[in-house]
């Protein structure tokens, strides 16, 4: 008999549909992420002589450590960022593949009333967009589709209505992977999710093109870069705001101030479907450079904007996008522009049409929560499937119950310990990695408390509060103490 005839007869056994598509999903996940942590490093650079005075290089190719002074004018302090950690586009990815339910869709109200608010005792690298909406969404009146609010930028009181930055596309990826095969309910839930903290056409058309462009290349791969052009340019088009009565009474309220939402959805579908057709043009990396430019990505006061990122994106990725790892590093040494989102967006395309085996292993083994980027990618390869159950796989039991101190009351009475069990209502139960704390750059002995926190679903977050001895309160934009009412979850 020989060792064949004694070896046991094994079946081969086909992938399924979910092992194809988690190649896909969990590419443009642990892409994006990625891109996120190499390009937050530029997004603050301001060319290459400024590059290389802070960095002492011409181009960033790897995770390292920095950090940077935030906080604003009058309460600043230094964060300190380690190599390979995402910042704010990241973490409100996650955010958004929580909410999502097991038919693709996304519920709004989870995402509204719970993760918005209580993300503000974690965010890291936000702006001044999505950081007043989500300071807004605290309101007992406010709901997601009703945080018609005003916020500060720039110095400037800006409009809810204006707010046409790309916080609503940095964080859609989940929504377009949760839905490969469902476009309409991809682009239900898009709308959905949009209007919670942005109301311009440009934030809600940017995010739709970036989430039809992932789902495309998630369904098709590499072949959807050579139809990427046609294709977007249909769905542009035809693009018009889904029949349902939440989104209704939201355009009803926008249109209380005078202007006609209608008209401005027009007149952006006009300006994109003149980006997509100079990125037509596009034949290489250096064509998609002299396109940012002219869609003004390299100017301050538009770097931001919820179309000309995405298209910035798209056009890397036609450009470059044969190769995954020279698509990523052409968009965060994109110097001056906003780096670490339109990073993101190439990462999130290129993680997509190639699939996970082609993200580079230094960047992916060594970003931060690794494990759990693939539980999410394990999920909604499922959800997409219609064999999930979204969210709820992503967060703490429903019933689990606060074991621990609460983290922010520690944090605020400056109690909170390292290797200390904790509690938080997002997230759960979790271990303090490490405590810091640091002195504000004012005379009235402000400090604020930092702890870094490894929760038990595999999500790890730097969380702080800050202390104002004159006013007596904390300063920081932060959710309402956990014993504070109302708990609205």
Not at 64 to 76: C, D, V
Not at 241 to 258: A, S
Not at 467 to 477: D, K, L, Q, W
């Amino acid at each position: 008999m020989t060792i064949a005839d004694a070896s046991p007869a094994f079946e081969t056994i086909e992938p399924t549909l979910e092992d194809e598509y988690f190649s896909r999903i969990a590419g443009a996940l642990i892409g994006s992420a990625a891109a996120d942590a190499l390009g937050w490093i530029t997004e603050f650079v301001r060319g290459p002589e400024h590059m290389r005075k802070i960095y002492r290089s011409d181009r960033v190719t790897e995770y390292r450590s920095w950090q940077k002074a935030t906080g604003g004018r009058f309460n600043t302090y230094i964060d300190y960022i380690s190599a390979g950690q995402y910042s704010d586009d990241t973490q409100l990815t996650l955010a958004v593949a929580r909410s999502l339910q097991s038919d693709g869709s996304v519920d709004v109200h989870h995402l509204a009333k719970v993760e918005f608010p209580l993300w503000l005792d974690y965010a890291r690298g936000a702006g001044s967009t999505i950081t007043g909406a989500a300071r807004a969404l605290q309101r007992r009146s406010a709901n997601w589709n009703s945080n018609f609010f005003t916020y500060k930028h720039r110095g400037a009181t800006q409009d809810y209505r204006d707010a046409g930055a790309n916080g609503a596309a940095m964080r859609v990826a989940p929504v377009a992977l949760a839905n490969v095969n469902d476009q309409e309910r991809m682009v239900m839930a898009v709308w959905q999710s949009a209007i919670c903290t942005h109301g311009h056409p440009r934030a809600i058309l940017g995010a739709l093109l970036l989430a039809e462009a992932i789902r495309s290349c998630t369904l098709e791969g590499l072949a959807f870069q050579k139809n990427l052009v046609t294709h977007l340019v249909d769905f542009v088009t035809s693009s018009e705001m889904p029949n349902d009565e939440g989104l209704d009474k939201w355009r009803e309220r926008w249109n209380e101030g005078g202007r006609s939402f209608e008209y401005e959805w027009e007149q952006t579908k006009v300006e994109v479907l003149g980006g997509l057709e100079k990125l037509s043009g596009v034949r290489d990396a250096s064509d998609a450079l002299r396109m940012m430019e002219g869609l003004g990505c390299f100017r301050p006061e538009a770097k931001g904007s919820g179309t000309a990122t995405v298209l910035a994106g798209l056009a890397i990725f036609v450009g470059a996008g044969d190769s995954f790892r020279d698509a990523v590093l052409e968009a965060v040494n994109a110097l001056g522009s906003d780096t670490d989102t339109i990073g993101g967006f190439v990462g999130s395309l290129c993680g997509a049409a190639h699939g996970y085996d082609k993200v580079p292993v230094e960047w992916a083994s060594t970003m931060q929560d690794y494990d759990y980027f693939m539980r999410v990618a394990t999920e909604l390869a499922r959800v997409t499937c219609r064999t999930g159950v979204g969210g709820q796989a992503l967060r703490p039991s429903n019933g689990s119950m606060p074991k621990y101190p609460d983290l922010i009351e520690k944090l605020r009475t400056h109690e909170v310990v390292q290797n200390e069990r904790i509690f938080h209502p997002l997230f759960g139960s979790g271990l303090v990695a490490s405590v810091d704390a640091q002195h504000l750059r004012r005379k009235d002995g402000a400090s604020v408390v930092f702890a870094w926190v490894v929760f038990d679903i595999g999500q790890s977050c730097k969380f702080r509060y800050m202390t104002i001895p004159s006013s007596g309160r904390s300063a920081i934009p932060r959710a309402p103490l956990h014993n504070d009412p109302p708990r609205l979850f």
